[in-house]
């Protein structure tokens, strides 16, 4: 077997040219630790990345559903005539006993922001130990807080946006790593 000097390799002659003998080496611990580190960060980023994907959807999941509740609970106000009925329940079975929304407190009227609108809602219903609610609609209620499970608010004002009219907003609070809201608002006219 031939070496080259300057190589310091065995070499196959070859025509003219002298060519290496091709060595099987494998990689150095460094090269392979080098090589893992980078996989990794790669892993860990897609991983991440995953994960905010996943809680993003869940968020906009809530979202569509508590818009899907405050529609509901606008149409169903819009049905009846925005009145409750004698149980204070909103009802499609609308008695003769039933009254319109009201403002029963003025204080609340200069609120927009809805964590505001919700704390100090004109009304709302009482929530059960499972998340569901139940009537009358409490009139005025103590500062309300979101929960766990979606639940809904609404505040009346009235002459607004002009006088003969009312303003009714529904919110609905929840809680999930922190308090989340919707709201939705109609204006009225002649209640």
């Given amino acids: 077997m031939i070496t080259n000097r300057f190589l310091r390799r065995p ?5 003219k040219y002298l060519k290496p003998i091709l060595q ?3 990689f150095s611990l460094l090269e392979a630790i080098f090589a893992i580190s980078i996989l990794s960060f790669g892993f860990v980023a897609l991983f991440s990345a995953s994960m ?3 809680n ?3 968020v906009s999941k809530r979202y569509l559903e508590a818009s899907v509740l405050g ?3 606008m149409e169903s106000f819009k049905y009846t005539g925005f009145k409750l009925d004698s149980t204070g329940a909103i009802s499609a079975a609308l008695t003769p006993a039933g009254h319109p929304l009201s403002n029963p407190s003025n204080s609340n009227d200069s609120y927009t922001d809805p964590a ?3 704390k100090f809602a004109d009304h709302a219903y009482t929530i059960r130990a499972n998340g569901t609610e139940k009537p009358p609609v409490l009139d005025n209620p103590a500062s309300l807080v979101p929960t766990k499970y979606m639940r809904r608010a609404w505040v009346v004002r ?3 946006p002009s006088p003969g009219m009312k303003t ?3 919110i609905v609070a929840w809680k999930e790593h922190f308090d989340q809201y919707f709201a939705i608002t109609t204006a009225i006219q002649g209640q």
């Fill in 71 to 73: 529609q509901s609970t």
């Fill in 168 to 170: 009714v907003t529904i």
């Fill in 24 to 26: 099987n080496r494998g």
């Fill in 11 to 15: 070499v196959i002659p070859v025509g």
């Fill in 52 to 54: 905010s994907l996943m």
């Fill in 158 to 160: 009235d002459n607004v």
């Fill in 56 to 58: 993003g959807n869940k």
């Fill in 116 to 118: 505001q609108l919700f």
